[in-house]
């Protein structure tokens, strides 16, 4: 056992402030709808919760997590069109991204 070692304890800011500042710099050049930005910042927060309750238990890396680009879809934001065997995601109001399938 280790004595007398001092961690830092990461903390992420909650505020709601903070919150509303990052999603207006996120929102600053995107093409998309804003029901992208949201989730991406809700997602992002859960990772730093559980990479700062790792790290407080000695499990985690001192160096924080990174993510790389994705991108996560809610039902209410896509409509699934059975006879064209395609699913339509709303990208902005007026724009969809269409993907289909095949049925063996």
Not at 12 to 26: I, S
Request: glycine share 4%; charged share 35%; proline share 5%.
């Amino acid at each position: 056992m280790i004595r007398n070692l001092k961690m830092r304890v990461p903390i992420t800011p909650k505020y709601r402030a903070f919150k509303k500042r990052l999603r207006e710099e996120l929102m600053k050049g995107n093409p998309y709808a804003t029901h992208w930005v949201d989730p991406v910042i809700r997602k992002a927060y859960s990772i730093m919760k559980s990479w700062r309750k790792r790290y407080l238990r000695g499990r985690a890396r001192k160096v924080k997590p990174r993510s790389g680009r994705f991108a996560k879809c809610k039902v209410t934001h896509m409509k699934v069109d059975y006879e064209a065997k395609a699913i339509r995601i709303t990208l902005r109001q007026g724009k969809y991204l269409y993907v289909s399938w095949r049925s063996t």
